[in-house]
């Protein structure tokens, strides 16, 4: 047979890497899908992306979904199914021996037995240890047998019944305690309580009380060759002194370690303490420091700080993206991280800041030499209005540390979520002026961003070729979106928000399903950047537009995977395009200085717009379609009537490029390379 290959999924948007037959590709897909517990649409979901030239409909993929389902129940049920006394005994002989581990009041004992006999080196230990309570038994008990169902007095009897056993064989008394819980309404256990409890001095032979041992081996279901053999791996640890926890993280790892088939490790834990592993740069070693749950991020770094003899940044791996570790939000959860299921080590990236490279710089801004900075100045739009509007500015949001490129409202305009050069994605309240970043963010520029019209989700696109989806209320990541081969430009939601288009400068869009997060479709056709898209308002968002740096605005029958039609016209990259909200028009903005107003079904331009005389950014419809407002790097947004093409209004008050605009009823929304973001009111005479 063939060898194995390295094969890769990609299952609601996260890459999923094994080693298994190219042959088996749909079959292992299934099983993948089954322990994922995914839904009908997620599996159809996964079967078209992962499958090439897929011939499986739906209705047979839900089927072998279910058999899959089916055949694992089965056997999970037969594993689960009791096993007869003879057929325990033959299969306790094969086990072979494993490195078992106790934990007993933060010390760690390691030993070679078999698994069959953990439950009764767990009781041997307890009823050795002198401060040993009920607690603390039942404690340790349930730490070192999770899957065991015992009550608490069930355990603390076992204990007891162990000492009295003990107690019994080695001629002496047994613990008054031992003594009162071995009485029971029995007859036979008075007796055996009675024996356990005799004087050492007295003349009755000593021996092992039989009683005793059959209620030990009844809850532990251990014999008693192993038994002693336990208890010879007891003693010996109880008599062993303690090892120190450095002398294990040092460079030899046999330290003091035995060489016989007893191997015993004997540790100290922190306990309370979350260990973390500090990897500087590209070196292969490690150094440990320690964290608490409810350390905050400033008492951590001053810890690691201490630990490396300077300031630090911080990073780690999710997945295949780097969370840079800046506040108390990303800082928790690494912590929960570190502490999640599979015991898996999570290495801290600790980076000198001044070593760090040169973020490189991005197509959107614009050069500005020192000298031309006058010039730059005498661009600005002066303001105008020729009466028929009223605007006023209600509102300047402050927060970003570099330009905002994005901004969009939540459908019910109590909010809104911004893009930012500094790499991050904010949330912010409307009328409060306050916001919150969101956990694990970009590792670059985030270009564009858009609130879903389900008001839940929000989803954003980076230099960094990723799109992530973020919930909104708890301001975390839901899923990070990978196909792209570069910068992703553009991304924005259909007015159902069961979709999401996105551009990029690998010259493609590509159209997602928002809640499985699963690709649906590429579209090929641009030759160069796509730098905006979007999908039309009505007939179940049919279409996509799209505007590139090969000066070309395309329309797509998406679903059906087809270019419709190709608008020739600007001179410039097309920065923005736009449909009407009744899908009657397509507005474009361009490097040109250029708007124009193309009719949808024909693709005709009717008319261009000039009044910016600097390159434009941005362009949209109001909610009625009777105006388009634009923006561009004259620090202005201008305002004209579609019916003639008049300019109404020129809105100024940023000091800076405006990049894009947002609109909501009569409420304008504003970014701009100054780092802020504005508020305005728009109302009508």
Not at 57 to 81: F, N, V, Y
Not at 194 to 210: C, I, R
Request: aromatic share 8%; glycine share 6%; charged share 30%.
């Amino acid at each position: 047979m063939a060898e194995k290959e390295e094969l890769r999924f990609k299952i609601k948007g996260k890459a999923i890497v094994y080693q298994g037959y190219p042959e088996n590709r749909v079959k292992d897909l299934v099983g993948i899908l089954v322990k994922m517990k995914v839904s009908d649409q997620e599996a159809v979901d996964a079967f078209n992306e992962n499958i090439e030239g897929s011939q499986y409909s739906s209705g047979d993929i839900k089927d072998m979904l279910d058999k899959a389902t089916k055949a694992r129940e089965e056997r999970k049920k037969k594993e689960a199914a009791p096993t007869t006394p003879d057929k325990k005994s033959k299969e306790a002989t094969k086990e072979a021996l494993q490195k078992i581990t106790l934990i007993y009041r933060g010390r760690q004992f390691s030993f070679e037995g078999l698994p069959s006999s953990k439950k009764h080196a767990v009781v041997q230990l307890l009823c050795k240890q002198a401060d040993v309570t009920p607690e603390i038994a039942v404690e340790t008990f349930r730490t070192n047998l999770p899957e065991e169902s015992a009550t608490d007095e069930e355990i603390w009897a076992m204990v007891e019944e162990a000492k009295a056993a003990r107690a019994s064989r080695k001629g002496g008394a047994a613990p008054p305690a031992a003594a009162a819980a071995a009485t029971t309404s029995s007859a036979k256990k008075e007796r055996s309580a009675e024996k356990a409890a005799k004087p050492a001095n007295s003349n009755s032979t000593s021996h092992v009380d039989p009683e005793g041992e059959d209620m030990v081996a009844k809850y532990t279901g251990v014999s008693a060759e192993e038994r002693d053999s336990i208890d010879k791996f007891i003693e010996q640890i109880l008599n062993a002194p303690p090892m120190k926890i450095d002398d294990r993280l040092r460079e030899n790892p046999t330290l003091d370690r035995q060489e016989d088939n007893t191997e015993l490790l004997l540790t100290q834990r922190n306990q309370g303490k979350i260990a973390v592993y500090c990897q500087e740069g590209n070196q292969s070693g490690t150094k440990l420091v320690h964290a608490t749950p409810t350390m905050s991020f400033e008492e951590f770094s001053s810890i690691v700080e201490k630990k490396f003899g300077k300031k630090m940044a911080l990073s780690f791996y999710e997945d295949d993206d780097i969370i840079e570790m800046d506040d108390d939000d990303v800082f928790a959860m690494f912590l929960e991280m570190c502490q999640g299921p599979g015991g898996k080590k999570h290495k801290l990236i600790c980076t000198d800041p001044d070593s760090k490279p040169k973020v490189h710089e991005d197509n959107i801004t614009e050069e500005k030499p020192v000298e031309n900075v006058k010039a730059a100045e005498d661009k600005a739009a002066k303001a105008f209005s020729n009466g028929e509007l009223l605007v006023k500015e209600e509102k300047s949001y402050t927060g970003h540390a570099a330009a905002v490129y994005c901004c969009a409202f939540s459908p019910d305009g109590f909010s809104f979520v911004s893009a930012s050069r500094d790499k991050t994605v904010r949330v912010w309240d409307t009328q409060k002026g306050t916001c919150s970043v969101m956990k694990g963010g970009h590792n670059d520029y985030v270009l564009s961003c858009d609130f879903s019209p389900k008001g839940n989700r929000c989803c954003s696109s980076s230099v960094d070729k990723t799109i992530k989806v973020w919930n909104v209320t708890t301001c975390s990541k839901v899923a990070t979106l990978k196909a792209h081969d570069d910068k992703v430009y553009c991304v924005q939601y259909n007015p159902t928000g069961e979709y999401i288009v996105s551009g990029s400068c690998d010259h493609t869009l590509r159209v997602w399903n928002s809640e499985s997060c699963s690709k649906i479709v590429t579209l090929r056709g641009h030759t160069l950047a796509v730098f905006s898209c979007g999908f039309s308002k009505t007939n179940g968002s049919k279409y996509v537009v799209s505007g590139s740096d090969d000066r070309l605005i395309k329309i797509w029958d998406w679903k059906a995977g087809k270019e419709v039609n190709s608008l020739v016209g600007h001179t410039g990259t097309v920065w923005s395009v736009c449909f009407s909200n009744n899908d009657d028009y397509i507005v474009s903005a361009s490097m040109d200085h250029e708007l124009k107003l193309w009719d949808a079904k024909t693709g005709l331009c009717t008319r261009t717009l000039l009044g910016h005389k600097v390159p434009t950014h941005n362009a949209l419809f109001s909610a009625d379609d009777k105006y388009i407002f634009s923006c561009a790097r004259d620090n202005s947004v201008m305002v004209w009537r579609v019916e003639d093409g008049e300019r109404v209004e020129t809105i100024t008050g940023h000091k800076d490029t405006v990049y894009h605009i947002e609109l909501m009823e009569n409420k304008l929304l504003t970014a701009s390379m100054d780092k802020t973001l504005k508020l305005y009111n728009i109302g009508r005479q």
